[in-house]
């Protein structure tokens, strides 16, 4: 189910990503991507724990907390 998960979440970021950049601008709020991508990288990382790969799986959730981060200051910037 996991590995699923990491096939189908990172062809919707490079969907969304090449529709935006080659067609037609994408109106989404780039919180939206960047959840994706934090999802992404999060299930990455799981994925990566799974397999006993602790330095990789850990740079993945890191990452992924970084994007969270990020994502809640700029909301809470953008509500005061």
Same mark, same amino acid.
């Given at each position: 189910?996991? =590995?699923?998960?990491?096939?189908?979440?990172?062809?919707?970021?490079?969907?969304? /990503?090449?529709?935006? %950049?080659?067609?037609?601008?994408?109106?989404?709020?780039?919180?939206?991507? %960047?959840?994706?991508?934090?999802?992404? $990288? $999060? %299930?990455?990382?799981? &994925? &990566?724990?799974? &397999? +006993?790969?602790?330095? +990789?799986? /850990?740079?993945?959730? $890191?990452?992924?907390?970084?994007?969270?981060? /990020?994502?809640?200051?700029?909301?809470? =910037?953008?509500?005061?």
């Amino acid at each position: 189910m996991l =590995r699923k998960v990491n096939i189908v979440l990172p062809a919707i970021v490079l969907g969304l /990503g090449l529709y935006h %950049f080659l067609i037609n601008p994408v109106d989404w709020p780039i919180e939206v991507l %960047f959840s994706l991508v934090a999802l992404m $990288f $999060f %299930f990455l990382g799981l &994925e &990566e724990l799974r &397999e +006993r790969k602790k330095l +990789r799986g /850990g740079v993945y959730i $890191f990452t992924s907390l970084v994007l969270v981060t /990020g994502m809640v200051v700029d909301l809470v =910037r953008e509500t005061m």
